[in-house]
């Protein structure tokens, strides 16, 4: 499907324009609708119940030990201590490159700068 300049400028006018048309229908007629408020909190409740709750706690407990790890060498970075996070958390140090939060090269427990 080959479209010209003209065409693909035509496509992308009309998707904008039809964006600001959606927009301001929505913040000028729609929204103060209390037929659509109550429909949107029944919405809202209904995402919450089914199920978007647990999985959020699923992700926070997946993923508990790496934020805690960011949490703490932002604070070695903040204070401007990253040797000593290294020298203490040479693990956690690793696994925060592993999972590039950190952009270093670790080579058998020492860690080599990358300039890259």
């Given at each position: 499907m080959d479209m010209t300049a003209e065409q693909i400028a035509k496509v992308l006018t009309n998707y904008k324009n039809k964006r600001i048309r959606e927009n301001n229908y929505y913040h000028?007629?729609?929204?103060d609708k209390e037929e659509?408020?109550?429909?949107?909190?029944?919405?809202a409740k209904n995402h919450y119940i089914n199920?978007?709750?647990?999985?959020?706690?699923?992700?926070?407990?997946?993923?508990?030990?790496?934020?805690?790890?960011?949490?703490?060498?932002?604070?070695?970075?903040?204070?401007d201590k990253i040797d000593k996070f290294k020298d203490k958390?040479?693990?956690?140090?690793?696994?925060?490159?592993?999972?590039g939060f950190i952009k270093d090269k670790v080579i058998k427990d020492e860690?080599?700068?990358?300039?890259n």
């Open positions: 000028n007629v729609t929204k659509f408020k109550i429909k949107n909190r029944e919405r199920g978007y709750k647990d999985k959020k706690k699923q992700n926070y407990e997946n993923n508990k030990d790496l934020m805690k790890m960011k949490s703490l060498y932002s604070y070695y970075r903040k204070n958390h040479l693990d956690k140090y690793n696994v925060l490159i592993e999972n860690v080599i700068k990358d300039n």
